[in-house]
């Protein structure tokens, strides 16, 4: 599994951390930056991800803005993206269980480093469960294809 990295500033810090995780886990993954605490978009380097993963380049990003909000709405608007969001290690388990999660956000404001890496370890580790779930997540990618070009 490849992992498309990706922060803004406000994030920096804590990707960091990420990128020192996946490092230790002998795991691959591309940082696309951003790489420093200078003010930039988050938007940018959340499209990058995004982008590599529409492409097949990597299977999954882990996004960090400021909340992981903005990183989620953008990743969103990328076809086969489904971005979590997620506060807690609950959250990190049932995105991918249930909803076959392939980029998750982190909020580098929100978070602390200790649970950030907590929910990573878990979505990283944790199967999508299928069944009644893919045929939600069918459902979403109906959706996908009547509302992406
Ligand atoms: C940057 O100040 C902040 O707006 C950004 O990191 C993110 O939280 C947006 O959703």
């Given at each position: 599994m490849k992992i498309a990295l990706a922060s803004d500033h406000a994030g920096y810090a804590l990707k960091t951390g990420v990128a020192e995780y996946l490092r230790g886990r002998g795991l691959d993954f591309t940082d696309f930056g951003c790489g420093s605490g200078e003010k930039v978009d988050y938007v940018d380097y959340g499209a990058t991800a995004a982008q590599a993963v529409?492409?097949?380049?990597?299977?999954?990003?882990?996004?960090v803005c400021g909340t992981?909000?903005?990183?989620?709405?953008?990743?969103?608007?990328?076809?086969?993206?489904r971005p979590t969001p997620c506060a807690c290690e609950y959250a990190a388990e049932v995105s991918?269980?249930?909803?076959?999660?392939?980029?998750?956000?982190?909020g580098g404001r929100t978070h602390t480093l200790e649970l950030a890496l907590r929910m990573v370890r878990i979505w990283l580790d944790t199967p999508f469960e299928g069944g009644r779930h893919g045929l939600r997540v069918q459902k979403i990618r109906d959706i996908e294809d009547r509302n992406f070009k």
């Amino acid at each position: 599994m490849k992992i498309a990295l990706a922060s803004d500033h406000a994030g920096y810090a804590l990707k960091t951390g990420v990128a020192e995780y996946l490092r230790g886990r002998g795991l691959d993954f591309t940082d696309f930056g951003c790489g420093s605490g200078e003010k930039v978009d988050y938007v940018d380097y959340g499209a990058t991800a995004a982008q590599a993963v529409v492409s097949g380049e990597c299977d999954r990003a882990i996004l960090v803005c400021g909340t992981g909000l903005g990183m989620a709405i953008v990743a969103g608007k990328f076809k086969g993206l489904r971005p979590t969001p997620c506060a807690c290690e609950y959250a990190a388990e049932v995105s991918r269980s249930h909803n076959d999660s392939n980029c998750l956000t982190l909020g580098g404001r929100t978070h602390t480093l200790e649970l950030a890496l907590r929910m990573v370890r878990i979505w990283l580790d944790t199967p999508f469960e299928g069944g009644r779930h893919g045929l939600r997540v069918q459902k979403i990618r109906d959706i996908e294809d009547r509302n992406f070009k």
